[in-house]
């Protein structure tokens, strides 16, 4: 896949000094340091790792938005810090125009396509000869039977389900180190980030001496009889008679049944609410529903086209009116989120009616 032929590329560049920003290979000359360094320092490693980590990262962003056309690039790093500190982006939204950028993407295209079929071909032609080399050299003896062959999934539907899981998992990863996912690996990046550099001002090899010291003294000595006698196991409980520890017992019992009954009618409000608020959505909707995933996982990204357009809306639209892209007046509303219980309704229709009831309570 192009993930695999990408992760090859940046090793071979990264190893062999190839140019990474520019002309300048500042990935290899950063690499390099940091391998010098912690073989002189051990216990730098902990920091560096994180540091290395939200290095990676900061590599995938940059490589993602050095793609020619700009709908497969992401926000910057340094965006999103802007969006985190001020509440607002410092980057100045630019028109994107149809057919931006989209003879270098076919040329790009083209060029991955050429490669990967060269590969292929060449990796047929491998299996082929090799084929050929094992049936002029087989040695077996004994009779074939071309069986049919059985799919050893067909009975098991659960190992489907486990693989699917765990495709769901490596997709979740890649979307995050290619940034399809920019919010989440932002916050991976800036979280590794505040992780090595407290971890280089701290006094690791101090903390660390201390800290095992500290918890083998603590938890691993033989006082934690006298826990375990004192606190732990009732069996042991050198304080209580047997009459106290039967009643200790049915109070314990007593409080899990009312914990029980306290979880059962919560449930069954939840319930209650769910029920109500299906019927209320299939009434105002229709009757099929879907729930919109978190996360995009599907094994194939979907792209705009090359000749589809983006610019910023204002508030003011009065400049868009005598344009060819002018749609008129449009009303957005807030989506199928219901709220309430008795009566659920949209979130619309509860801010129309708080807000009515606010006019007349001033007035």
Same mark, same amino acid.
């Given at each position: ?60 962003? *940059? ?271 807030? *989506? ?28």
């Amino acid at each position: 896949s192009n993930t695999t032929y990408s992760i090859g590329d940046a090793l071979r560049s990264l190893i062999y000094w190839r140019a990474q920003v520019g002309p300048f290979p500042f990935h290899s000359a950063v690499m390099f340091y940091v391998g010098i360094t912690v073989v002189e320092k051990p216990y730098l490693l902990p920091s560096f790792f994180f540091f290395g980590i939200a290095w990676f990262m900061l590599a995938c962003m *940059g490589q993602r938005n050095s793609h020619p056309s700009p709908w497969f690039r992401c926000k910057s790093f340094l965006d999103y810090v802007s969006i985190l500190i001020k509440g607002k982006s410092s980057v100045v939204a630019n028109k994107i125009y149809a057919g931006e950028g989209s003879e270098e993407t076919k040329a790009l295209d083209k060029a991955w396509k050429k490669r990967l079929d060269t590969d292929r071909q060449a990796k047929l032609k491998k299996n082929e000869l090799e084929s050929e080399l094992l049936a002029i050299g087989d040695d077996t003896i004994a009779t074939k039977s071309d069986g049919t062959p059985i799919n050893p999934l067909a009975r098991f539907f659960w190992v489907q389900r486990w693989l699917r899981a765990i495709c769901n998992f490596f997709r979740m990863i890649k979307l995050v180190i290619t940034w399809e996912e920019s919010i989440l690996s932002f916050w991976i990046t800036i979280c590794c980030l505040s992780i090595g550099a407290a971890l280089l001002i701290l006094p690791l090899r101090f903390l660390t001496y201390w800290i095992c010291k500290i918890l083998v003294w603590v938890f691993l000595g033989p006082w934690m009889k006298l826990v375990d006698v004192l606190f732990v196991n009732e069996k042991l409980h050198i304080f209580m008679s047997e009459e106290e520890t039967n009643k200790k017992k049915r109070e314990d019992m007593k409080n899990l049944i009312r914990l029980y009954e306290k979880r059962n009618a919560q449930a069954r409000l939840v319930r209650e609410n769910v029920v109500k608020h299906k019927a209320m959505k299939i009434m105002r909707f229709g009757k099929f529903i879907i729930e919109v995933p978190t996360f995009n996982l599907p094994r194939h990204e979907d792209r705009p086209l090359p000749e589809s357009m983006a610019w910023h809306i204002k508030d003011d639209t009065s400049y868009l009116e005598s344009t060819e892209y002018w749609m008129g007046d449009r009303a957005f509303i807030t *989506g199928q989120n219901l709220v309430g219980e008795m009566i659920p309704r949209t979130v619309q229709e509860v801010d129309q009616t708080n807000s009515t009831k606010q006019t007349k309570e001033e007035k």
